[in-house]
């Protein structure tokens, strides 16, 4: 009987440990407490697994010593700290574990919420500390009756909802990239108008970190909040804005504010903290015993499946070595993904359907084509939860139908793949190829034929075929400062034209705005790969 060597790099709870130590096919190193470089370079090589928190960087210098290392696995939801590329290319999978710690975050948001209406840290402290018994200086209000909007309605967001309802609360939820009907069945209330959220009494966010949502509240959206709101935090740094928050909060439009998370952390010296209307704890949404022992066993349990090959349970990189993928393939790939995230980002609505269509003999990797397809559409709404093991079983979760065809080879390409996404909204088609080796390109989108490669901040202008709308769109884009790196033009049968504008720098809403406006103008939206 071979054994294999897991090497725990981080402190993860004894529960964790327990299970390694007690299975004879492991041997268990426990290098928590060794210098960092001692673990790099003395054990890592060691390691056919290793266990991973916050605390130990998977960079280059640490691959660079991961000779036999299958698997590494993040006890815990972030991966910052982890080369997910520089793994991928050396054949590593690495896996996270997303779920253990939602209780313990959806509980300290109901906290933050609770201290923040009744401000009980200040009125703690006014007692046990300052010794001072005065009643009349700590006047609540209560959550029943209060509107509560949230931001994100996925795993700890729903549960936030419930939680809220209990409370007698009104629930509204805002999140473009689920069914309304997920709100709906709770008896929570859902909307697709931003404003509505805007208008709640207390407001929570719990959204993926990406360029959508960073920043989303800033000052223009408290500006247009209820005098007195009530703002929480409890799931990334920056996703309020943070110097906006800090100039709500000291003219009182913002009443109080619960924080679990900063832009930077550690945020000792934040100038949050010097405010009496801030409730603040440091980054403790996981930081529960439950949590932490849950995050272990599932940790360990993953690590054991990984390091005998059974399963790689919330992989985030391709679960298998680059060596075993045909060489002509791995483009499409990379390819047919960019194209679904760019679907995505162009509909912003629920999907109801994905169908991948391809021509060649990629055919023969359909299924493949559609997991990286499916991982590319969700990853604009999901982030973090959606990998290439779960992709399929999480479309089918949300009760989006997965659709696969085969065509005989017509096009004149070697090769074609197609991607339809069907939302709530609309539908959107994009198809490609890749040209020599690894010259991936869109080639057609929604009947406008082009080429296009599919990377950087693209402007997709839908317009009548009618002279002057090129003169126009790029005499907007020039006045609002942003240079045009290359402009791209498809027509169709039907009078109609698709121009793609792929610009340098951050295109804002009054871009958008603008060019919507425009007489000529049938669609606008932007997108970034």
Not at 230 to 248: S, T
Request: aromatic share 6%.
């Amino acid at each position: 009987m071979s054994v294999l060597t897991v090497v725990v790099c981080d402190h993860i709870h004894q529960s964790g440990l327990d299970i390694l130590e007690n299975d004879v096919e492991i041997n268990l190193i426990n290098a928590a407490d060794e210098p960092k470089e001692k673990l790099v370079t003395e054990i890592i090589p060691l390691a056919d697994v290793a266990i991973t928190r916050s605390s130990t960087d998977v960079d280059q210098f640490f691959l660079d010593h991961a000779h036999n290392v299958k698997a590494i696995i993040r006890a815990g939801v972030g991966v910052d700290n982890v080369d997910i590329e520089g793994c991928s290319k050396k054949g590593i999978i690495v896996m996270n574990v997303p779920t253990a710690n939602t209780i313990a975050a959806v509980e300290l948001t109901m906290a933050h919420m609770l201290s923040c209406v009744r401000q009980f840290p200040y009125a703690h402290n006014n007692l046990k500390v300052d010794r001072i018994w005065r009643r009349q200086d700590w006047y609540g209000t209560e959550l029943k009756d209060k509107k509560l909007g949230i931001i994100g309605f996925g795993n700890i967001g729903s549960r936030v909802g419930k939680r809220a309802k209990a409370f007698e609360m009104e629930v509204i939820a805002y999140d473009p990239y689920i069914d309304s009907s997920k709100a709906t069945d709770y008896d929570i209330g859902y909307t697709t108008n931003f404003a509505d959220i805007l208008a709640c009494d207390i407001i929570t966010i719990h959204t993926p970190k990406n360029e959508e949502t960073v920043g989303m509240i800033g000052a223009e959206e408290i500006a247009k909040m209820k005098d007195g709101v009530i703002l929480i935090n409890c799931a990334r740094g920056g996703l309020y804005n943070e110097e906006a928050l800090l100039e709500g909060l000291k003219s009182g439009k913002i009443a109080m504010a619960g924080i679990d998370v900063f832009n930077k952390e550690p945020a000792t010296d934040h100038p949050l903290l010097d405010l009496n209307n801030v409730t603040v704890t440091p980054h403790l949404g996981a930081n529960t015993k439950e949590s932490q022992r849950n995050i272990a066993v599932q940790a360990a349990e993953n690590a054991i499946a990984a390091v005998r090959g059974i399963a790689y349970p919330n992989a985030l990189n391709l679960p298998i070595k680059e060596s075993e993928l045909p060489k002509f393939l791995k483009p499409y790939l990379e390819l047919i993904q960019k194209m679904g995230y760019m679907s995505a980002q162009a509909t912003k609505s629920p999907v109801k359907s994905i169908k991948v269509t391809t021509e060649g003999k990629v055919s023969k990797y359909i299924d493949s084509l559609t997991t990286f397809a499916t991982v590319g559409i969700l990853k604009e709404s999901l982030e973090e939860s959606v990998n290439y093991v779960n992709a399929e079983f999480v479309a089918q979760e949300r009760g989006i139908k997965i659709d696969k065809e085969q065509l005989a080879n017509t096009s004149g390409l070697e090769n074609k793949v197609t991607v339809k996404l069907t939302t709530q909204k609309k539908t959107m088609s994009i198809s490609g190829t890749v040209f020599g080796e690894n010259a991936g390109r869109i080639i057609e989108i929604d009947g406008h034929k082009l080429d296009l490669e599919p990377k950087g901040t693209m402007i997709l202008f839908r317009n009548t075929d009618v002279p002057g709308v090129i003169g126009d769109v790029g005499h907007i884009i020039a006045r609002n400062g942003l240079n045009i790196a290359d402009f791209r033009l498809g027509r169709d049968k039907n009078a109609q034209a698709l121009a793609v504008v792929k610009v340098d720098g951050v295109i804002n809403k009054a871009v958008i705005k603008e060019l919507s406006e425009l007489k000529t103008c049938l669609s606008v939206c932007y997108v970034t790969i």
